[in-house]
C-alpha cells in the first residue's frame, strides 16, 4: 500500500508564492501518474496539474503560467510551485498518485489548506 503526506499549504498574500511537496511511501509499488487537485468551500474537486512518469505534464487553463508541478522519481515525490497566487486560488489541495501494486490503485493525500489573502 501507498501512504502520502503533504506538506507546504499556508497562508499567504496575493501574489505571493508557495511550495506544496506530497511524498509517497510504502513497499512494492510503482508510480504511474501524480497529480495535484484543489476543492475550493461549495465546489467540486478538480484537477490543477498533473505529471507523467516520463515528466510530461498538464496543467488547468486557471493556473497555467503561474503554477508549475514536478517530480523526483527516486523520491516518489510530488511538488506544485505555485507563484502569482490569487484569492481565487484558496482551496484545500490534495495530492493524487496512480499507483501499481496488485493491480492499478490511486490514492489521495490528505489535504493541505492553500489561503490567499487579497
Known amino acids: 500500500q501507498v501512504q502520502l503526506v503533504e506538506s507546504g499549504g499556508g497562508l499567504v498574500q496575493a501574489g505571493g508564492s508557495l511550495r506544496l511537496v506530497c511524498a509517497a511511501s510504502g513497499s512494492a509499488f510503482r508510480i504511474k501518474t501524480m497529480a495535484w487537485y484543489r476543492q475550493a468551500p461549495g465546489k467540486q474537486r478538480d484537477m490543477v496539474a498533473l505529471i507523467t512518469t516520463g515528466g510530461d505534464t498538464n496543467y488547468a487553463d486557471s493556473v497555467k503560467g503561474r503554477f508549475t508541478i514536478s517530480r523526483d522519481n527516486e523520491e516518489n515525490t510530488v511538488y506544485l510551485q505555485m507563484n502569482s497566487l490569487k484569492p481565487e486560488d484558496t482551496a484545500v489541495y490534495y495530492c493524487?498518485?496512480?499507483?501499481?501494486?496488485?493491480?492499478?490503485?490511486?490514492?489521495w493525500g490528505q489535504g493541505t489548506q492553500v489561503t490567499v489573502s487579497s
Open positions: 493524487n498518485v496512480e499507483y501499481f501494486y496488485r493491480g492499478w490503485n490511486d490514492r
